[in-house]
């Protein structure tokens, strides 16, 4: 059964501090994503990574930073959190096979909620 | 740009009542779409999804999706309700960059009366 796995389910952090989510993955994808998802907003692209090492920004980058230093783990980093970062962090994975769309099949983990006070 | 938009912010039908949700998209090739659900507190599960052919798709939990081209849209429906169906649902759209990427809707909350 494919699993995506994040460290925390609830998260609560200060204002300034930084701030570690972890997501890994056992499905050897090479796609992982970071998304945050607020009320009314829907599912918004932070970070992706397609490889090893390898990053791209999606709709909304600032404040966050990311590290894929393994296949099976993608991390995003709040360098200083701030009370606007208070949200859902939903990380997903997908495979590069590119048959009929499969490329854009993402398998998601539970979440964390996070809240910056 | 590529848009997903899901118009029902919330709908509420009656346990055993039909139910269509609605989904549009913009794409100028034969898009990619998705229809995932979310249960309160948990991650995003995949219902069902098209990538060609026959334009009815069948997923899981007794969900069905029909992709018309000429409406641009992908409306997701279930002959009949029921409580555990209550949840957030996201109508999706694959980028047209080939990345993996996906677009997403606003979301639809159900509720379901008994």
């Known amino acids: 059964d494919v699993k995506v796995t994040q460290s925390s389910r609830y998260l609560v952090k200060r204002t300034g501090e930084k701030v570690f989510l972890e997501c890994v993955q056992d499905?050897?994808?090479?796609?992982m994503f970071w998304y945050r998802q607020d009320p009314g907003l829907g599912l918004r692209l932070i970070y992706f990574?397609?490889?090893?090492?390898?990053?791209e920004k999606g709709d909304i980058p600032e404040g966050y930073s990311v590290s894929r230093e393994k296949k099976e783990r993608f991390s995003l980093i709040l360098e200083s959190a701030s009370t606007n970062q208070t949200s859902m962090y939903l990380c997903?994975?997908?495979?590069?096979?590119?048959?009929?769309?499969?490329?854009?099949?993402?398998?998601f983990g539970p979440g964390t909620r996070l809240t910056v006070t | 740009a590529q848009s997903v938009t899901q118009p029902d912010i919330h709908i509420t039908v009656s346990e055993g009542a039909s139910l269509e949700l609605r989904c549009n998209y913009s794409?100028?090739?034969?898009?990619?779409l998705f229809w995932y659900v979310q249960s309160p507190g948990q991650g995003l599960q995949l219902l069902l999804k098209?990538?060609?052919?026959?334009?009815l798709v069948q997923g899981i939990k007794g969900f069905e999706a029909e992709f018309k081209r000429s409406q641009s849209s992908f409306n997701l429906r279930k002959p009949s309700v029921h409580w555990s169906d209550a949840a957030e649902y996201f109508c999706?759209?694959?980028?047209?960059?080939?990345?993996?990427?996906?677009?997403f809707g606003q979301g639809t909350t159900l509720q379901v009366k008994p």
């Open positions: 499905m050897d994808h090479e796609n």
């Open positions: 997903a994975s997908s495979s590069i096979t590119r048959t009929s769309g499969s490329i854009y099949e993402q398998y």
């Open positions: 794409y100028g090739a034969t898009p990619y």
């Open positions: 990574s397609y490889d090893v090492k390898m990053k």
């Open positions: 999706a759209v694959g980028d047209a960059g080939n990345t993996g990427k996906l677009i």
């Open positions: 098209y990538f060609s052919g026959d334009t």
